[in-house]
């Protein structure tokens, strides 16, 4: 995944400043739940650190809200929040991990069912370290990006205020290759808990969706010039960090509230892959570099956008046209967030981007849209 970065606190931080004109309450709800799983095999490479059942707690801070502002009443009353997670991960090479995520909730099945994702931090107890925990190839480093999915049969408020809720869901925790190794882990765990929905004999009606037709929202085709940045590794152990820059061209056609469609063009300077070409032309003389192999690629792409007001969900796929040197594979993929300033002139997003489920970086950008 989708080490998607930063990705939705960003998008929760700004929910605020979309207030329409009157005074907008602010429910909220608190959470505590206890979870059991599995890690799952998605690599044989860390198959020597699953030996056990992890196991942990999960706190939520939930923003409840009712139609307030326009995009509540166009995503159904969605919730955001934030949550705090200590899991123990059943081996000493592993440790515990401690993170805080943003999220959000989207509702199903007359709010019956909840599907929350949650980005944040996680900070690695026990992470790699060549002489002292050589054995932890998962995490590279102590801070990493995690992400949360979860599905849950929720009743809430069922007395006083009180509420439970079930379900399942994986918990994935990766440095996005910022620093080698870089294998990651995949947790599957079943969960239970109760909540508690303050103010609950108080809580506002829930504003019907009465706005203007969702193509109302449609745009001409815009113009976009993008930089974005950022540092990685090879996955050669402490061969280095490096700094990587991809300047993007695109156009974007929104189509309605939702939905912004894109085509482009990427260019990926890339550091590490200079230093990766020069080191493989010298250790694997078998792989006939020579070490002056351009690093330099250049990828077109489609994409989407999924439109929060002024916050965007992008899922990107792209293919090399220009691939020198053949790393990892012709095919990529970009997901993350993008917050639009100045009447959506000017954003600036948070994204990784990966070959399938193999992360590469964490980009950080800015861009002009005309």
Not at 23 to 50: C, M, R, T, W
Not at 113 to 124: D, E, K, P
Request: hydrophobic share 35%.
């Amino acid at each position: 995944m989708r080490e998607f970065i930063l990705l939705l606190f960003l998008g929760t931080c700004c929910t605020s400043l979309w207030a329409q004109e009157g005074v907008e309450k602010k429910p909220f709800s608190l959470e505590a739940d206890y979870f059991y799983g599995s890690i799952l095999e998605h690599n044989p490479d860390i198959a020597h650190l699953i030996t056990g059942h992890p196991s942990g707690v999960m706190l939520t801070y939930n923003r409840k809200t009712y139609g307030f502002n326009e995009w509540e009443r166009r995503y159904r009353y969605p919730d955001w929040g934030f949550t705090f997670m200590y899991q123990d991960m059943k081996n000493p090479y592993l440790g515990e991990n401690y993170s805080v995520y943003g999220h959000y909730n989207w509702y199903f099945y007359n709010r019956s069912l909840v599907i929350r994702l949650g980005q944040g931090i996680a900070y690695a107890s026990n992470p790699y370290d060549y002489e002292t925990n050589f054995i932890n190839n998962a995490y590279g480093t102590r801070f990493l990006s995690t992400t949360f999915l979860k599905a849950n049969y929720v009743k809430e408020n069922i007395w006083n205020g009180f509420g439970f809720h079930a379900g399942f869901g994986i918990i994935h925790y990766s440095n996005a290759n910022l620093r080698a190794p870089n294998n990651s882990t995949n947790t599957w765990a079943f969960n239970a808990g109760v909540s508690y929905l303050f103010d609950h004999e108080e809580f506002p009606e829930y504003i019907p969706l009465e706005d203007t037709p969702s193509s109302s929202h449609a745009e001409k085709i815009k113009y976009n010039v993008a930089f974005r940045f950022g540092w990685n590794e090879s996955d050669v152990n402490r061969q280095g960090q490096y700094p990587f820059y991809v300047v993007s061209a695109f156009a974007d056609k929104r189509i309605n509230y939702k939905s912004t469609l894109q085509a482009g063009v990427d260019v990926f300077f890339s550091k590490f892959l200079e230093e990766l070409i020069y080191y493989r032309s010298v250790a694997y003389p078998e792989d006939g570099l020579s070490g002056d192999e351009d690093y330099k690629r250049v990828g077109l792409f489609i994409g989407h956008e999924l439109r929060f007001n002024k916050v965007a969900f992008v899922s990107q796929l792209g293919y090399y046209v220009y691939w020198p040197y053949a790393f990892e594979n012709r095919v990529y993929n970009r997901l993350g967030l993008k917050r639009y300033f100045l009447e959506d002139k000017v954003f600036a997003s948070v994204t990784v981007k990966a070959h399938w489920a193999k992360a590469e970086g964490v980009e950080f950008g800015i861009g002009i849209r005309l």
